[in-house]
Structures are given as structure tokens and as C-alpha cells.
């Protein structure tokens, strides 16, 4: 079974924080991605990387930063957390098919962060 | 702006009913369309997915319908179970990424 796993389930910070999230993948997939779910908005792509130390902005980059030193691991960057990131933050992997193929994405537990 | 939207928010529905959600998109480069399963404190999950030159897929109690002329799609959940209580995500699939409806929270009484 594939698993991703996120470094912590609930983390409060104060604003201006410079926050970390770090997620896991013990599949060797190239793919992984970074989203945040809210109520009512269902779930937002905010980075992708479809290798190591290749990233991609997502819908709403907007105050993130990410890091894809290895393959494995794909680190969310708050640089200096606010009041409307707190939020859900799920993590998410694929395989990277290239063959037109389906490329089922797999999520980690999430990360509830609370900014104050 | 949401690229797929969903329907309804929430309903509830007793044991053995079939709650029917409903999604509709406008980006037609989509060329996937999956639903994913969100238990409390978990992570959305794989559930069925349907191509659109496809009209119907049937994965045990659960149906896709897909109306590409209007482009519609939505799920059915045939005979359900206090175990499906959960929320419902949509997704149209483009380039690999994902873009998903609101989502829709079922709740099946016993």
C-alpha cells in the first residue's frame, strides 16, 4: 500500500511564524503535491513537482514556498504564516504515469494548522 | 472561480436510500474525471473514476453517469450503508492535475 505520510496532524503558530510542513512517500512516486481544503471551497492546488527540486505553482501559491530536495520528501513553506492560512493541508503523491494512462493521486492524513 | 461545480452541499439520506451528487465543469481539456472518499481525519481517497467517452461505470454500489454534451457528471451510491457517511469529492483531470468541486457531505441513517 502506497503511504504518505504528514509531519504533524495539528500545529498552531502566531502570525508572522515561518512554518514547515513536511510530507512523506514510501512509493518512489515522481509526482507529489501540496493542497489546502476549506469548507465550501473543496480542495485548492497550491504547489506540485514533478521531480526532485522541480516545482510548479498550483492555484494559489500566494504566500508559499515548497522544496523537493529528494524524492521522497516535498516540504510546504509558510514564510511568514497569517491569519487566513490557517487551514487543512494535504499532502498528495502519483506515480507520473507518461503513458496517457490514469495517474491516481494518493493523500496523506493532513495537516490542520491554526494561525493566531 | 471553480472550475467544477458540485452538488449539493450536504444531504442525508436512511439506510438503503441512494443519494445522487451531482457535479458539472466547464474546462473541456478535462480528460478524467474522478471521485474521491473523505472520512473524518483522513485523507481524500481514490473511489471510482470514469473517462468521458464512457456514459456509465459501475464499481460495486457505486455508479458514475456522465453526460458529456452537457458536461455533467455524478454518483450514485446504490443501496447505501451507515458506512458510506462521508464527504464526496468530484474532479475533472487535466495535464495530471486535479481540480475538485466543493464537495458534498453524505450522511446515511441507520
Known amino acids: 500500500d502506497v503511504k504518505v505520510t504528514q509531519s504533524s496532524r495539528y500545529l498552531v503558530k502566531r502570525t508572522g511564524e515561518k512554518v514547515f510542513l513536511e510530507c512523506v512517500q514510501d512509493?518512489?512516486?515522481?509526482?507529489m503535491f501540496w493542497y489546502r481544503q476549506d469548507p465550501g471551497l473543496g480542495l485548492r492546488l497550491i504547489y506540485f513537482s514533478y521531480d526532485v527540486k522541480m516545482k510548479e505553482k498550483g492555484d494559489i501559491p500566494e504566500g508559499y514556498s515548497v522544496s523537493r530536495e529528494k524524492k521522497e520528501r516535498f516540504s510546504l513553506i509558510l514564510e511568514s504564516a497569517s491569519t487566513n492560512q490557517t487551514s487543512m493541508y494535504l499532502c498528495?503523491?502519483?506515480?507520473?504515469?507518461?503513458?496517457?494512462?490514469?495517474?491516481?493521486?494518493?493523500f496523506g492524513p493532513g495537516t490542520r494548522l491554526t494561525v493566531l | 472561480q471553480q472550475q467544477v461545480k458540485q452538488s449539493p452541499q450536504s444531504l442525508i439520506v436512511q439506510k438503503g436510500g441512494i443519494p445522487i451528487i451531482n457535479c458539472a465543469y466547464e474546462n473541456t481539456a478535462f480528460d478524467y474525471f474522478p471521485w474521491y472518499q473523505q472520512f473524518p481525519g483522513k485523507g481524500p481517497a481514490l473511489l471510482i473514476a470514469?473517462?468521458?467517452?464512457?456514459s456509465e461505470k459501475k464499481e460495486g454500489r457505486f455508479t458514475i453517469s456522465f453526460n458529456k454534451s452537457a458536461k455533467q457528471f455524478s454518483l450514485h451510491i446504490m443501496d447505501s450503508q451507515p458506512g458510506d457517511s462521508a464527504t464526496y469529492f468530484c474532479?475533472?483531470?487535466?495535464?495530471?492535475?486535479?481540480?475538485f468541486g466543493a464537495g458534498t457531505q453524505v450522511v446515511v441513517t441507520p
Open positions: 474532479a475533472g483531470v487535466s495535464w495530471g492535475k486535479l481540480q
Open positions: 512509493m518512489d512516486h515522481e509526482n
Open positions: 498528495a503523491s502519483s506515480l507520473g504515469l507518461e503513458t496517457g494512462d490514469p495517474d491516481t493521486q494518493y
Open positions: 470514469i473517462r468521458p467517452d464512457v
